[in-house]
């Protein structure tokens, strides 16, 4: 007679689930998709080395470093400065710590002996390195794979929505302190410093980008850099800004009056936001890209300023600040569930100024969800 057990199944100890363990599993579950890669590809190895892709596979931070990724391997290279820090870090890798630059290490061990064909992050990889490569494995063939780690982090995994909310929590705080700092007489500077400051306060490592602060005419250049220049009242002041939490991004755009504004500008203001709410009622995954570009881009050509939206509606967001998928007329690109992306209206007239209101939302099956908080009506100060 078979025995019964003394301990029901709700009972028995479950192994923990530590973050180091799900780290651990989350890289080698990314492994195994590059080497599903490379075998379409007919790669024999991979080499990793832009810091965005390795910290993706390994969660290493640092600034130095490069993966190699073989069918059999998964090695992980860096300098002398990291040794401490990569042990802490680096999960799921065999680890070398080398005084020499890293692919003379690479080569000195013969990792890639007998590999023919190997791929690399051509978009990461200078001119220069890509001389030394060919000088090092002189016999092997290096095929350009711009898109492997991009392609696999299009989809992101609960670990990292839950950071992409928290660095997006973080700058909707950041923007309700840049109101206080907002008024007739700032500088654009001050304004962009004070975003600075408060980001790390709240908890970012930095900022994603330099702070767009940009005020009266100087709004209808989409990428303005901040400058001395002091705000007026009357004018439009819009805010691009973004910060990093443990590698993932935010970016929050919105723009906000400083006095009274005009009916041109109220208009202007009411055609963006108009046509952004729309591309977010319409946003799901399984939508081409083109088509989601599209529900914007007719919306403010149906309120006469078509001409003066003159970027691409949105982008993706992770580990990059601009990544897959671009959410543009030109792509080719079908949107997916799980991926995170910015969905960015604007209208810039030249000799008036600019409108652009920026969210950051998750794709679903069946629609999006906007993980931004901050208001989005017309804010006057």
């Known amino acids: 007679m078979k025995a019964i057990p003394t301990t029901l199944p709700s009972q028995r100890k479950l192994p923990t689930i530590t973050c180091e363990n799900l780290i651990r599993t989350m890289a080698h579950y990314r492994i195994v998709r590059l080497r599903e890669e490379m075998r379409k590809k007919s790669l024999n190895a991979l080499i990793v080395s832009s810091p965005q892709s390795v910290r993706y596979l390994t969660s290493f931070s640092g600034s130095n470093a490069l993966c190699i990724i073989t069918p059999s391997r998964a090695l992980f290279f860096t300098d002398s400065r990291y040794g401490l820090q990569s042990k802490q870090e680096v999960k799921g890798m065999s680890r070398a710590i080398t005084r020499r630059g890293l692919f003379e290490e690479v080569a000195e061990r013969e990792i890639l002996a007998g590999h023919r064909r190997v791929g690399f992050e051509s978009h990461h990889i200078t001119y220069a390195q890509y001389r030394s490569l060919r000088k090092l494995f002189p016999g092997t063939a290096f ?41 007739a007489g700032v500088s654009e500077l001050d304004v962009a410093a004070e975003i600075a400051y408060f980001h790390k306060k709240f908890g970012a490592e930095g900022e ?65 936001l108009d046509a952004q709410r729309k591309a977010i009622a319409s946003a799901r995954g399984g939508m081409w890209a083109k088509d989601l570009d599209d529900v914007a881009r ?12 003159t970027h691409s509606l949105g982008h993706g967001l992770g580990l990059n600040v601009h990544e897959r998928p671009r959410v543009s007329a030109l792509s080719k690109e079908r949107l997916q569930a799980g991926s995170v992306i910015t969905i960015e209206p604007g209208v810039y007239v030249p000799g008036f100024g600019g409108v652009r209101i920026e969210d950051d939302v998750l794709l679903t099956e069946h629609g999006c969800e906007v993980l931004n908080t901050a208001p989005k009506e017309l804010l006057i100060v």
């Open 298 to 309: 007719r919306s403010i050509k149906r309120g006469g300023y078509g001409r003066y939206f």
């Open 143 to 183: 095929v350009s794979t711009a898109d492997f780690v991009e392609g696999i982090a299009l989809v992101k995994d609960r670990r990292e929505i839950s950071i992409i909310r928290e660095a997006v929590r973080i700058s909707d705080k950041v923007f309700k302190e840049a109101l206080h700092t907002i008024r």
């Open 208 to 272: 994603a980008f330099e702070a767009i602060v940009a005020s009266g005419e100087r709004g209808s250049l989409p990428h303005a850099r901040a400058t001395s220049k002091r705000i007026k009242s009357g004018e439009f002041v819009t805010l691009d800004f973004g910060c990093t939490l443990k590698g993932y991004n935010s970016d929050i755009t919105r723009t906000i009056a400083v006095g009274k504004p005009s009916q041109r500008a109220r208009e202007i203001y009411s055609v963006v």
